[in-house]
């Protein structure tokens, strides 16, 4: 009878860790601000730890990205421009506006891939600059 206790440990195949990044999309969209919640309703201290560990997810997220589909890494782009920092700024309109035009690239990137189309990734167009 063969041991199975003494496997090798392998590290996770690419294809693995780009499963990984939906979880992680998923936690960085959840911490963040909602409809019934935006970011001026966060306390303090509140804002700053979803802020981090939401920044943090996103970072990850965006190292497994490499195997993505364009319409993918699009997706995990635009979460990046929900939390550019680790730290939010008091006045988040800025990120809000950025996520928002970045998920309309998204969108735009998913509709051409469904409909045949090539598509360009030269970034999202929001008239807002990301500092």
């Given at each position: 009878?063969?041991?199975?206790?003494?496997?090798?440990?392998?590290?996770?195949?690419?294809?693995?860790?780009l499963i990984?990044?939906?979880p992680l999309l998923g936690i960085a969209y959840a911490l963040g601000p909602n409809y019934n919640k935006p970011w001026e309703a966060f306390e303090p201290g509140e804002a700053q730890s979803a802020a981090a560990r939401a920044h943090a997810a996103v970072a990850q997220a965006q190292r497994c990205a490499?195997?993505?589909?364009g319409?993918?890494?699009?997706?995990?782009?635009a979460v990046g421009y929900r939390y550019p920092d680790d730290r939010p700024s008091g006045d988040n309109a800025s990120w809000n506006r950025d996520y928002a035009g970045a998920m309309r690239a998204a969108y735009r990137e998913a509709l051409g891939r469904r409909h045949g189309q090539a598509s360009r990734r030269s970034?999202?167009?929001?008239?807002?600059?990301?500092?």
């Open positions: 009878m063969r041991s199975i206790t003494k496997r090798r440990w392998r590290a996770p195949s690419a294809q693995s860790r990984l990044t939906a490499g195997l993505a589909t319409p993918e890494q699009a997706l995990i782009a970034g999202h167009q929001t008239g807002a600059t990301r500092t």
